[in-house]
């Protein structure tokens, strides 16, 4: 019989996954290692693990497929990015880490918030459960989407097909593993995801003769479709920079990727996995960018190949890899594009899950559930919360990259502002954060309605949309300041327990 190199690298690779996934639940003792892995993740899997589940399926497919159709001004999504992560690496991980850990060993942000400006705790930690609950079974649709069109293009299933193999392969290991599977895979799929990113690149250089080459097909395509792929701001308005670039204020408020800070062993393993996770993640979108910019380069030589990413242009690394390299190599770089998916949507799921358990059944259903019951609980919650994101996914027709830029502004008006009021003002009160929370999340919501209906989608003279990111991040630090500033005063215990953190902090860090 003969073997399919293809396929069997990829099946490879997913029993090594699975493989993980045993491993990590054979060392899952209780609910805290099944949600944060017993806080004790090093440097190295802190920084790749944080990268990975931040950098889904869009990093693969979403952003090449966009700086293919309109050029390098796409790429100011990938500078925003690349700021607010190390900023969110700055200034709130070690923070974070110190914080969660001295307020009754928090293990969800909804829990933290809870112990965290007291009486009124119990109100912000709900409302913030329900946010993560309904922004995060969006996001998990997305990567659901992403993972559905890799094996459409691997296997030649239908998309429903496709949808369910996908969804269960990555549900299988984080339900059985938990946390440390999810961390430990990451470091793996960090890894491919880098190999991918930076291979891909110099085999289209070398495929097309030379960077001669590459730069007499980028100037022919530009003369033919009229658009200045190399420029920055062609056709770029400044609203449109904005939008692009305010995508970095998301991360302060991404509790996936503060469950990594979270879960950390000190705050002073934070300042090597910085280094190491910012490294990663300025080699792994600068791949990006180049495998959508090339692309233009390759597929104007090359039309006859073009059938492909004129239908979805989000298929143009799944493309390229398929015309560049032989087929023992593209099961290795196919599984990159999965790790990619894999590694976000399984961070999604367990930090849904968790919200689901601890906020909710442990705090409201069971409060003496036993270590092993809440584990279980867990469990269940991440099928019930797949589900719901299969559903969502069921639309072929979706747009990897909005789905995620819906969740991810969400995430980052509802939580940015008040993590970064929580952990630097410690008259940052309960009532502030409810305000905040709903006053960031509504305005994700209802934005883009009111854009369009009320200012008739013009802003600052401009008709191009703005990012609802930013007006969300601007209300929502607004309304805390102005709540915490006129309202009842936190208590004497509060600002004791604030300033006994941030003492901590500067001795460890």
């Excluded at 090594?16 to 639940?25: D, E, K, Q, S, V």
């Excluded at 459960?129 to 922004?135: D, G, S, T």
């Excluded at 910085?274 to 600068?286: D, E, K, V």
């Excluded at 059944?361 to 469990?379: D, F, G, I, N, T």
């Amino acid at each position: 019989m003969q073997i399919n190199p293809t396929l069997f690298t990829f099946s490879l690779y997913l029993l090594l996954i699975l493989g993980i996934g045993i491993i990590a639940y054979l060392r899952t003792k209780n609910f805290s290692d099944y949600i944060l892995g017993g806080r004790r993740l090093g440097p190295l899997v802190t920084a790749l693990s944080a990268g990975a589940s931040d950098m889904s399926g869009w990093l693969l497919m979403g952003l090449p497929g966009s700086i293919f159709y309109l050029g390098l001004a796409q790429s100011w999504i990938a500078i925003g990015l690349l700021v607010g992560a190390y900023l969110n690496w700055r200034f709130v991980a070690g923070r974070l880490r110190v914080h969660t850990e001295l307020y009754h060993n928090a293990l969800t942000l909804p829990d933290f918030f809870l112990h965290r400006f007291g009486p009124t705790g119990k109100w912000v930690k709900t409302i913030a459960a329900l946010a993560i609950l309904i922004f995060f079974t969006l996001y998990c649709a997305s990567g659901m989407v992403a993972g559905a069109q890799l094996f459409t293009a691997i296997f030649d299933l239908s998309y429903l097909q496709a949808l369910l193999f996908s969804a269960l392969a990555t549900i299988i290991y984080t339900f059985i593993g938990g946390f440390l599977a999810v961390s430990w895979s990451d470091t793996l799929q960090a890894s491919l995801m880098l190999f991918a990113l930076l291979f891909t690149p110099i085999m289209i250089i070398l495929s097309l003769g030379g960077w001669s080459e590459v730069q007499e097909q980028m100037q022919t395509a530009m003369y033919t479709h009229q658009i200045a792929y190399s420029n920055l701001i062609h056709k770029v308005s400044f609203i449109t920079i904005i939008s692009a670039a305010a995508w970095g204020l998301g991360y302060f408020g991404q509790p996936h990727i503060l469950a990594r800070f979270m879960a950390a062993d000190s705050a002073k393993t934070m300042r090597n996995a910085r280094r190491i996770g910012m490294t990663w993640m300025l080699l792994c979108l600068c791949g990006a960018v180049a495998i959508g910019y090339l692309g233009i380069s390759y597929f104007q030589a090359h039309p006859n190949l073009a059938a492909g990413v004129q239908k979805n242009r989000e298929m143009i690394f799944i493309e390229l890899i398929h015309y560049l390299f032989n087929p023992w190599v593209i099961g290795v770089l196919l599984s990159a594009i999965l790790a990619a998916v894999m590694s976000t949507l399984s961070a999604q799921l367990l930090m849904a899950s968790s919200t689901l358990t601890q906020d909710f059944y442990h705090s409201y259903l069971r409060r003496s559930a036993h270590q092993k019951e809440l584990v279980w609980m867990s469990r269940l919650a991440v099928l019930l919360i797949s589900i719901v994101a299969l559903v969502l996914a069921l639309d072929e027709n979706n747009s990897i990259l909005g789905l995620v830029s819906r969740a991810w502004a969400g995430f980052g008006a509802a939580f940015g502002p008040l993590i970064l009021f929580t952990l630097f003002w410690k008259k940052t009160t309960g009532k502030a954060a409810l305000t905040g929370i709903l006053v960031g999340g509504l305005t994700v919501i209802f934005w883009p309605v009111f854009q369009e209906q009320v200012l008739h989608g013009v802003i600052f003279g401009y008709r191009e949309p703005l990012y609802e990111i930013i007006p969300g991040f601007i209300f929502s630090s607004i309304s805390i300041w102005l709540c915490s500033h006129f309202g009842h005063p936190v208590t004497q215990n509060i600002q004791v327990t604030f300033d006994t953190a941030n003492a901590l902090y500067h001795k460890e860090k």
